[in-house]
């Protein structure tokens, strides 16, 4: 009937930069001779530029599980007591690995919609000193909510156990002080707020992760941290990498660099406080309220309506792909994402969209008056610019 453009935003993948996308067409090259030999050590030092840490970072070729993975396998034997936060379903996920992994977790589970709080792990990691990792997301994807970082960083700093963070949504939306925190495992993902495709995921390893890994005897292969460690300091990669997205991934970072990581933060940190004011303002409620992600926002269906009617009327009327809820919560939320590649004209078209959505399906809305809630934000920020 009319032209109808796709848009992506989901919490992963999310939009592609142009400039990487073009990027990747250049792929012919040959990952053990010197072109790529020349680029590698480029890309790596540029990720822990836009990483914010002295610590190494170094890449595998895998979505961000992978490196949840090699998290577990290095650093730890089997029988070590972790702690492990689940508060969703990627909690869940480090709880499964942990299994897995035969590693003895002791589990603190929160709510959907919650978070587990900086107290808790203190005391979890009081009665149990023999804990060597504390596991946890710095924002819970599932659920749109965020963890203290910076408070459970500090904590678990002032004991000898590790502190690992899956921040696959969290860098990029969200501050990170790495090295003063005291995160010793932060995990990244290519699809994310670094707006390339699937297929790399990134990890930071602090002094003290790699001293706890000459005890650690886990069975390792592919994920082997110190081979991939080794080989970098060569400039190459262990195995055979995605050369196509390392290509897309020195543009992604070359554009971070220019704009600047607070600035990134902050687009998403902005786009959040925007769509939340939004959803309040058409009548909707907030899913995570008391701690909220700025690289989603989880917002309720209304009473009576399952999300997933949202979900396909956004996808079939407008092109536009969210995300419903996951695990328990499908039916229940639907999912509005912020990080990367999205601007305010992208959220503009949303919350609009979202309203007409609404008023189809017979709920009270007053059209404009959300988009009206995103247009305030936006003034206020550009006021708070230039005062």
């Given at each position: 009937m009319h032209v109808k453009k796709q848009r992506l935003l989901t919490p992963g993948p999310?939009?592609?930069?142009?400039?990487?996308?073009?990027?990747?067409?250049?792929?012919?090259?040959?990952?053990?001779?010197?072109?790529?030999?020349?680029?590698?050590?480029?890309?790596?030092?540029?990720?822990?530029?836009?990483?914010?840490?002295q610590n190494d970072v170094l890449i595998t070729v895998s979505s961000g599980t992978g490196a949840m993975e090699a998290a577990v396998s290095n650093f730890f034997s089997e029988g070590d007591?972790?702690?492990?936060?689940?508060?969703?379903?990627?909690?869940?996920?480090?709880?499964?690995?942990?299994?897995?992994?035969?590693?003895?977790?002791?589990?603190?589970?929160?709510?959907?919609?919650?978070?587990?709080?900086?107290?808790?792990?203190?005391?979890?990691?009081?009665?149990?000193?023999?804990?060597?990792?504390?596991?946890?997301?710095?924002?819970?994807?599932?659920?749109?909510?965020?963890?203290d970082?910076?408070?459970?960083?500090?904590?678990?700093?002032?004991?000898?156990?590790?502190?690992?963070?899956d921040a696959i949504t969290g860098l990029g939306t969200m501050p990170l002080d790495i090295d003063g925190w005291g995160l010793d495992l932060v995990i990244g993902g290519?699809?994310?707020?670094?707006?390339?495709?699937?297929?790399?995921?990134?990890?930071?390893?602090?002094?003290?992760?790699?001293?706890?890994?000459?005890?650690?005897?886990?069975?390792?292969?592919?994920?082997?941290?110190?081979?991939?460690?080794?080989?970098?300091?060569?400039?190459?990669?262990?195995?055979?990498?995605?050369?196509?997205?390392?290509?897309?991934?020195?543009?992604?970072?070359?554009?971070?660099?220019?704009?600047?990581?607070?600035?990134?933060?902050?687009?998403?940190?902005?786009?959040?406080?925007?769509?939340?004011?939004?959803?309040?303002?058409?009548?909707?409620?907030?899913?995570?309220?008391?701690s909220p992600s700025s690289s989603v926002t989880a917002i309720k269906a209304p009473a009576g309506m399952d999300s997933g009617e949202i979900v396909k009327a956004f996808r079939n009327q407008f092109g536009s792909i969210i995300a419903n809820g996951q695990g328990t919560m499908k039916g229940k939320i639907f999912r509005i994402a912020h990080l990367g590649y999205f601007d305010f004209a992208d959220l503009f078209a949303v919350v609009a969209e979202l309203e007409l959505i609404l008023h189809q399906k017979g709920l009270p809305v007053t059209l404009g008056k959300g988009v009206a809630a995103v247009q305030r934000t936006y003034l206020e920020a550009q006021s708070g610019k230039q005062s």
């Open positions: 999310t939009p592609l930069l142009p400039r990487a996308l073009h990027a990747m067409m250049a792929s012919d090259i040959h990952h053990r001779t010197q072109d790529f030999i020349q680029l590698y050590p480029r890309v790596l030092a540029d990720l822990k530029e836009v990483y914010g840490t007591k972790v702690v492990v936060l689940s508060a969703g379903k990627f909690g869940e996920r480090w709880a499964d690995l942990a299994k897995a992994y035969r590693l003895n977790a002791v589990v603190l589970t929160a709510e959907y919609g919650q978070v587990v709080s900086p107290e808790r792990v203190a005391q979890a990691l009081s009665e149990n000193p023999d804990a060597k990792g504390v596991f946890f997301q710095a924002s819970e994807t599932s659920t749109g909510a965020a963890h970082v910076r408070a459970i960083g500090e904590i678990v700093k002032q004991t000898p156990a590790l502190c690992i963070v290519s699809q994310k707020a670094f707006m390339i495709p699937p297929g790399l995921a990134f990890i930071s390893v602090s002094p003290k992760a790699w001293a706890q890994s000459e005890t650690a005897r886990l069975p390792r292969m592919y994920f082997d941290l110190k081979r991939e460690k080794k080989m970098a300091d060569k400039g190459e990669s262990a195995w055979t990498p995605n050369v196509s997205h390392i290509l897309a991934l020195a543009e992604a970072l070359a554009y971070i660099k220019q704009l600047g990581m607070a600035q990134l933060v902050e687009n998403a940190q902005l786009l959040a406080r925007a769509t939340r004011a939004a959803a309040v303002e058409v009548g909707l409620e907030l899913f995570a309220s008391g």
